[in-house]
């Protein structure tokens, strides 16, 4: 929490989006304002909007006015989109209300059935026989840029969003979700061929600030979390302030400790270069704009903005003062005990487990020894059912032999009785 003294990170959703109130995030690069917004400022206004204002000096001998430096500009600016839309579309402005041919059909027909991601399968449609006109299109128009990269990286970045803009409207027909999918391909074809042309102009000072914003960072390696009041998972405070701000204060001091190179010139690729959309709003423009506010914040760093008087701050830049001994301690105070807390909590999770395991492990030998028992069981009594049968069929067969000896010896009897009887009579004959 932040008492009334405190300046500390005071950062709102608000502050993140367009000055303009359009909806799009803003930007430090742009003055808080987003890419279109920006570029609208920027761009003077057309002739068509104001009158022509006459240049010639009055009777009063008044100076003449800004209105034709104005209208030069506005005439250079035309010239550029001709010639932008020229090199597209083969005239000074691309074609509209024409009923569309078979073959512009098939190729809107190919892009719309094309899988988000799927950039192979782009560069496929790219290259067929029905869409070469487009395919000549890109490649003129990389041709012509490799060829004047000499001129200003400001110029080079208006001349990329025009074709952009330009593409984007051959597709004027699709969902705005399927003409993003494809302009993310288009940017990846353009920029892969541009970037060693484009990237750390000759014609910026982008490497002196990298080295500016290198020193600037490694020269705030004292700043502590506690000084961001960064937020750790072992505090118990509720969320009171803004929810967005644990995000940026986290994301200034993971900045400070990478310390990444050549961060600024990345930065300014991506917003010269970049496609609009990916800037102005959803998941991707949001993270950007947090990471601009954080090195907005890291520029501008004060001893306020930390908690610290003038007097300490400059002592700490100076290295002439270091966070005090008392203050690491409790740092390494805190970091032990948030890893002592993350270290038993995994321990009980693996007793826990062990529990678990001991249980299913007793409850499988039980039943084993179960299943092992009713075996043996039906074992015993299947053997108990063999030797029973057997001891029966050996008692039927001992008596089936005592049964035919017995009638052996009736039979041999009557033999013999047949003879007794038999003998007196051959006798008396």
């Known amino acids: 929490m932040w008492n009334d003294k405190q300046r500390g990170i005071r950062v709102s959703q608000e502050e993140l989006l367009c000055k303009n109130a359009c909806g799009y995030y803003g930007n430090p690069a742009w ?3 987003c890419s279109k917004c920006w570029r609208e400022r920027a761009r003077p206004e057309s002739t068509s909007r104001e009158p ?12 003449p006015t800004f209105s034709k430096f104005e209208e030069k500009k506005n005439i250079e600016k035309g010239r550029r989109i001709n010639t932008m839309r020229r090199l597209f579309w083969g005239t000074p402005s691309p074609p509209k209300h024409q009923e569309p041919s078979e073959s512009h059909t098939n190729v809107l027909k190919a892009y719309q059935s094309l899988e988000p991601g799927d950039f192979p399968g782009f560069l496929k449609i ?44 051959y597709f004027s027909s699709f969902p705005e979700a399927q003409v993003t999918q494809i302009m993310e391909h288009v940017e990846k074809l353009i920029m892969t061929r541009l970037h060693k042309w484009v990237f750390c102009h000759d014609s910026c000072d982008d490497e002196q ?6 020193r600037r960072i490694r020269s705030l390696n004292w700043v502590t979390p506690q000084m961001l009041s960064v937020p750790f998972p072992d505090k118990k405070t509720a969320v009171t302030g803004d929810p967005f701000l644990p995000a940026i204060t986290g994301l200034i001091y993971v900045v400070l400790k990478a310390n990444p190179p050549r961060l600024h010139s990345n930065m300014q690729y991506v917003i010269r270069f970049g496609l609009p959309h990916s800037l102005m709003a ?5 993270y950007f704009t947090n990471l601009s506010c954080a090195v907005a914040f890291i520029e501008k760093l004060d001893g306020p903005a930390l908690n610290l008087s003038p007097e300490e701050f400059e002592a700490y830049m100076l290295r002439q003062r270091a966070p005090s001994a008392g203050k690491k301690r409790l740092q390494v105070s805190n970091d032990t005990q948030h890893l002592f807390e993350e270290l038993t909590g995994r321990q009980e999770k693996l007793d826990q487990g062990m529990d678990a395991l001991n249980t299913q492990l007793q409850t499988w030998v039980q039943a084993v020894h ?12 299947v053997q108990k059912e063999i030797t ?17 000896l017995q009638k052996d010896g009736e039979d041999q009897s009557l033999l013999v ?3 007794e009887h038999a003998g007196p009579k051959d006798t008396d004959s």
């Not at 179960?370 to 009594?381: G, P, V, Y």
């Open 31 to 33: 003055q808080g304002f």
């Open 52 to 63: 022509r204002q006459d240049t010639r000096p009055s009777n009063d001998g008044a100076p």
């Open 126 to 169: 790219l290259k067929s026989p029905s869409s070469q006109r487009l395919q000549s299109r890109c490649t003129a128009f990389l041709n012509t840029m490799e060829a004047y990269h000499h001129l200003p990286v400001q110029k080079q970045s208006d001349l990329v969003q025009d074709f952009f803009q330009s593409f984007a409207e």
């Open 209 to 214: 600030k990298d080295l500016a914003l290198q």
């Open 282 to 286: 959803g998941e991707s423009g949001y």
């Open 370 to 381: 179960s299943q092992l028992d009713e075996a043996t069981a039906q074992l015993a009594l």
């Open 388 to 404: 029973a049968q057997a001891e029966l069929s050996q008692v039927f067969s001992s008596s089936s032999h005592d049964a035919s």
């Open 417 to 419: 009785c047949n003879d």
